[in-house]
């Protein structure tokens, strides 16, 4: 069993930056991807980033040249620094891993970009 805990939403205002964090716990495999959804009301959850154990990155095209994100193998943590941000990136973060054909999601932190 994989358990994921995220840090860091809030509040901020357009052109804000944040930085969301996961640690991850449990049993880990070595070999696995770990990302980043978001959902907003009324919308389907959509992936904004995700980065592999070798450290490849994927971004969605909305938040490309806006977000990073970064992974410590070491530490089990994936991070997701948010600049330049925009009211449309308000929504629930979720952090997520996928291993093995198997995956598991946190519980989901609070964004909200609004003046």
């Known amino acids: 069993q994989v358990h994921l805990v995220e840090s860091g939403g809030g509040l901020v205002q357009p052109g804000g930056s944040l930085r969301l964090s996961c640690a991850a716990s449990?049993?880990?495999?070595?070999?696995?991807?770990m990302g980043w959804y978001r959902q907003a009301p009324g919308k389907e959850r959509e992936l904004v980033a995700s980065?592999?154990?070798?450290?490849?990155?994927d971004y969605a095209d909305s938040v490309k040249g806006r977000f990073t994100i970064s992974r410590d193998n070491a530490k089990n943590t994936v991070s997701l620094q948010m600049n330049s941000l925009k009211p449309e990136d308000t929504a629930v973060y979720y952090c997520?891993?996928?291993?093995?054909?198997?995956?598991?999601w946190g519980q989901g932190t609070q964004v909200t970009v609004s003046s």
């Open positions: 997520h891993r996928w291993w093995l054909g198997r995956e598991s």
């Open positions: 449990g049993l880990l495999a070595s070999i696995n991807t």
């Open positions: 980065i592999t154990s070798g450290g490849n990155t």
